[in-house]
Each structure stands twice: as structure tokens, then as C-alpha cells.
């Protein structure tokens, strides 16, 4: 099992800054996708941004530019950093990761923080 605690959320301007943060525990960190995802009312979940071990990133096409994402394997934890936020970036923000066990993959959710994003 591996657990997800997110942290940072809240409610600012646009063009202002957020960072969210996600700390695992129950596994090896460095081994760990580890991603967020944004729910916003009355939409499908979707992907913002992951990470891979390897420290690859992918970015949806919304956010390239303003968020980064990195991961801190010291503390087992992976930040979304939001710089000029949108109305449109308003939604809960989950965080998820995938732990893979031979040709098995485990996905864990967050309970996700909620960023509102005002005009």
C-alpha cells in the first residue's frame, strides 16, 4: 500500500502562485510515478502533470510554461509548482502514483486539495 497526503491548496487571484505538495509513504519513493491530476466541476478527471523515476516530465498542453513539477527523493514527496494561475485552473487537485511490481501496476490516489482561482 502507498499512502498520499497532498497539501498547498487554497483559494488566490489570478496570476498568482500556488505550490501543492504530495508526500508517499508505504513504498519506495524513487521507484514511483508519481503525477497530479485536476477535477474540476462537472469535467472528467484529467492529467496536469508526472514525473517518472527518471525525472521525465509531461505536461498537459493547458499548463506548459506555468506549473512544474519535480520530485524530492530525499523526502519522499513530488510538488506541483503553479505560477500565473487561471479561473480555469480551479478544480481539486489529486495526486497519483503507479508502482509497478513485475508486469503489475498499482495506482494510488490522493484525497485531493482544492485550488480556486478568482478574476
Known amino acids: 500500500q502507498v499512502q498520499l497526503v497532498e497539501s498547498g491548496g487554497g483559494s488566490v487571484q489570478a496570476g498568482e502562485s500556488l505550490r501543492l505538495s504530495c508526500a508517499a509513504s508505504?513504498?519506495?519513493?524513487?521507484?514511483?510515478?508519481m503525477g497530479w491530476y485536476r477535477q474540476a466541476p462537472g469535467k472528467q478527471r484529467e492529467l496536469v502533470a508526472d514525473?517518472?523515476?527518471?525525472?521525465?516530465?509531461v505536461y498537459t498542453d493547458s499548463v506548459k510554461g506555468r506549473f512544474t513539477i519535480s520530485r524530492d527523493n530525499a523526502r519522499n514527496a513530488v510538488v506541483l509548482q503553479m505560477n500565473s494561475l487561471k479561473p480555469e485552473d480551479t478544480a481539486v487537485y489529486y495526486c497519483k502514483c503507479d508502482r509497478i511490481i513485475g508486469i503489475d501496476v498499482y495506482t494510488y490516489w490522493g484525497q485531493g486539495t482544492h485550488v480556486t482561482v478568482s478574476s
Open positions: 514525473i517518472s523515476p527518471g525525472n521525465r516530465t
Open positions: 508505504g513504498s519506495t519513493f524513487s521507484r514511483l510515478t
